[in-house]
């Protein structure tokens, strides 16, 4: 049964230089172990790695560790930066060389499209010219330049991504505030910043009636669903004492809770194991958030396989294998 990553990453040295040029408030800054990170302002982003850039090195390690199919996908800071045309250049950059890839390794690699969100024209047409080009669906972070996904501005495109009933994986990014909230060091911007921009995200498309307006989308909260499932039942008490006429949400926050799909990206296999019990094995699919610094690929297997052998297939095959139609 083949192993289906659905959260990986990749960049391109063109997609790095151009941020460097016209990426502002994004820079690049040399660590104290020297390597280049990416920072917004003093706010730590991404630490590009030599795996982000070289898809040869990318299968070498799906063969070691036992991977069979890679859907990757850009991570933070995305194409959130710059003019419309730079971010659309940035954009078709990383979205031309990943079908270049699968096009390559047409057995092995997949791929979810970048868009300039925050230009919904362009956003749309590179939509259609990337799935029309082979991509499996769409990555979007969390909040797209300090702008909640639900923000009716985005409706254009995802009512393209609803029409096309795609898969899209929703990835973190530093919430706006990092730096009040006193986010900036200690990488707290990841370990917790990241968890909050996720779980807001979600929070707010759950009771804003989101996937009741948007109802053929299938929508990944990536890193385990970050604190989604630990907060059932404070949501479905939120839920409880709303007062009626505010209230969007036609169905309960768990049914929605069990709508969404998630990755077992947790690093821990109690929480993978709790994140099954509130959602099901259905709902989760296998991730390692290759090649960060923080990837996970030994845990992920590790984790999924203290879980019965059903539910270990379904997230490391089966559930992928039906929502990317593999």
């Not at 991570?75 to 710059?82: A, D, E, K, M, Q």
């Not at 079908?99 to 939509?127: F, G, H, N």
């Not at 090649?291 to 019965?308: I, M, R, S, W």
Request: net charge negative.
């Amino acid at each position: 049964m083949p192993v289906i990553d659905v959260h990986t990453h990749m960049f391109t040295h063109k997609w790095l230089e151009l941020l460097k040029r016209e990426g502002a408030p994004y820079n690049t800054k040399i660590r104290p172990d020297g390597q280049e990170e990416v920072f917004r302002g003093d706010t730590p982003v991404v630490i590009p790695q030599k795996g982000h850039f070289d898809y040869e090195l990318r299968i070498k390690h799906m063969d070691s560790a036992g991977i069979d199919i890679s859907i990757v996908s850009l991570t933070c800071p995305n194409v959130y930066w710059g003019s419309e045309d730079i971010s659309s250049r940035a954009a078709r950059e990383s979205n031309d060389t990943m079908a270049e890839a699968q096009t390559k390794y047409p057995d092995r690699i997949r791929w979810l499209t970048s868009l300039p969100w925050e230009y919904p024209q362009r956003a749309v047409e590179e939509l259609r010219r990337t799935c029309d080009n082979g991509a499996s669906g769409v990555m979007v972070l969390a909040n797209v330049s300090g702008k909640s996904l639900t923000d009716p501005f985005f409706a254009p495109i995802w009512a393209e991504i609803d029409r096309r009933s795609l898969p899209v994986l929703v990835h973190p990014t530093d919430p706006p505030g990092v730096d009040v909230m006193d986010m900036t060091q200690f990488d707290l911007s990841w370990s917790v910043g990241f968890m909050f921009d996720t779980t807001l995200a979600f929070t707010r498309m759950i009771f804003y009636g989101f996937f009741d307006q948007y109802p053929n989308m299938k929508l990944i909260a990536s890193h385990g669903g970050a604190a989604l499932p630990y907060l059932v039942g404070r949501f479905e008490k939120g839920d409880e004492v709303e007062i009626p006429s505010r209230r969007k949400m036609k169905r309960k926050p768990t049914d929605y809770l069990r709508h969404i799909y998630y990755d077992c990206i947790t690093y821990d296999p109690g929480a993978l194991a709790y994140l099954v019990s509130v959602v099901g094995a259905e709902r989760v699919m296998f991730g390692t958030d290759w090649p960060h610094q923080v990837h996970d690929t030994k845990g992920a297997f590790a984790n999924t396989a203290k879980l019965p052998p059903k539910q270990c297939d379904a997230i490391r095959s089966l559930n992928a294998r039906q929502l990317f139609n593999l």
